[in-house]
């Protein structure tokens, strides 16, 4: 089974009691996979692309942490919605996207 979960966010989820809430999903999502299939999340069963909307500082902040966190790293892209369609739909589980999403040249050709 493999899914990639598309959320269209600002980063800013007022009614976040806990600045690590979004963290505490992601592990229990991870965990989940874990104990019940044994899966090697390297493989990628489930994906997160965050596609961020508007310009808050603070959420900026709180998506670059998701991507950047090595718990995450196989699981989590943030891709701006002003960027590379191909790598908001296919950075989160095609490495080749999500390494050239973060370079400053772009994504590569999808051919």
């Given at each position: 089974?493999e899914?990639?979960?598309i959320?269209?966010?600002?980063?800013?989820w007022?009614?976040?009691v806990?600045e690590?809430?979004?963290?505490?999903?992601l592990?229990k999502l991870?965990?989940?996979?874990?104990?019940?299939?044994?899966?090697?999340?390297?493989r990628r069963?489930?994906?997160?692309?965050?596609v961020q909307?508007?310009d808050?500082e603070?959420g900026?902040?709180r998506?670059?942490?998701?991507?950047?966190d090595?718990?995450y790293?196989h699981i989590?892209?943030i891709t701006?919605?002003?960027?590379?369609?191909?790598?908001?739909?296919?950075?989160?589980?095609?490495?080749?996207?999500d390494?050239?999403?973060d370079a400053?040249?772009?994504?590569p050709?999808?051919?």
């Amino acid at each position: 089974m493999e899914m990639t979960l598309i959320v269209l966010t600002d980063g800013v989820w007022g009614v976040m009691v806990r600045e690590d809430a979004v963290d505490q999903v992601l592990d229990k999502l991870t965990d989940s996979f874990h104990i019940i299939r044994g899966i090697d999340l390297l493989r990628r069963p489930v994906c997160v692309q965050f596609v961020q909307f508007g310009d808050d500082e603070r959420g900026i902040q709180r998506l670059r942490r998701l991507d950047s966190d090595k718990r995450y790293q196989h699981i989590v892209d943030i891709t701006p919605a002003t960027e590379n369609i191909f790598k908001m739909l296919l950075g989160s589980f095609l490495d080749k996207w999500d390494i050239a999403g973060d370079a400053e040249e772009g994504a590569p050709s999808p051919m």
